[in-house]
T-cell receptor
Framework: GAGVSQSPRYKVAKRGQDVALRCDPI?????LFWYQQALGQGPEFLTY????????KSGLPSDRFFAERPEGSVSTLKIQRTQQEDSAVYLC?????????????FGSGTRLTVV | RKEVEQDPGPFNVPEGATVAFNCTYS??????FFWYRQDCRKEPKLLMS???SGNEDGRFTAQLNRASQYISLLIRDSKLSDSATYLC?????????????FGKGTHLIIQP
């Protein structure tokens, strides 16, 4: 596609519910990143894929968070047993190069509200 | 100390004025630097990369000072449409995330 596409755009989840957030990167982009942005904060790194390999998941806040990219294209971020502190915008970004040289292209994000 | 620090503002600036803000980074091994712009409830978008020699793009000038470990952004002849949050972004290869570290952003409000 022309840009990074994320769905859903908005998600309201009851505390304890599982959610799945989807990211469709720009076609051909090797690298895919997930970020979490809380209100009034900058984006915080969650995890990084190069093709289907998850090379870094050091930013995932707990074992309730899980990400996958099985075919090296679409990625899903799953949050189990959501908590109120998980409320944030989840941003996906992709880039052509394995190492960032020219910045990323972000999707519009998924705004998750846990009630 | 945070890896990337910015003054959150807000900076309230009259239209047509010049405004500048800085960002400091803690890791001297950082190699790539960027300014991103983020409008309210939108995703961050790359504004410009920051090169060692400094670079200019229209009304925007970015500078890098490696010795003091800061980057700056200067906006001349500011427009109402410049109102946004400006995120300072640093890439440190081998730093673990293999990605970018974002500052919290500087909120800029251009007033008519």
């Amino acid at each position: 596609g022309a840009g990074v596409s994320q769905s859903p755009r908005y998600k309201v989840a009851k505390r304890g519910q599982d959610v799945a957030l989807r990211c469709d990167p720009i076609s051909g982009h090797v690298s895919l990143f997930w970020y979490q942005q809380a209100l009034g904060q900058g984006p915080e790194f969650l995890t990084y894929f190069q093709n289907e390999a998850q090379l870094d998941k050091s930013g995932l806040p707990s074992d309730r968070f899980f990400a996958e990219r099985p075919e090296g294209s679409v990625s899903t971020l799953k949050i189990q047993r959501t908590q109120q502190e998980d409320s944030a915008v989840y941003l996906c970004a992709s880039s052509l190069a394995g190492r960032v040289l020219y910045g990323y292209t972000f999707g519009s994000g998924t705004r998750l509200t846990v009630v | 100390r945070k890896e990337v620090e910015q003054d959150p503002g807000p900076f309230n600036v009259p239209e047509g004025a010049t405004v500048a803000f800085n960002c400091t980074y803690s890791n001297s091994a950082s190699q790539s630097f960027f300014w991103y712009r983020q409008d309210c409830r939108k995703e961050p978008k790359l504004l410009m990369s920051v090169y060692s020699s400094g670079n200019e793009d229209g009304r925007f000038t970015a500078q890098l000072n490696r010795a003091s470990q800061y980057i700056s952004l200067l906006i001349r002849d500011s427009k109402l449409s410049d109102s946004a949050t400006y995120l300072c972004v640093v890439n440190t290869p081998g730093g673990g995330a293999d990605g970018l570290t974002f500052g919290k952003g500087t909120h800029l409000i251009i007033q008519p």
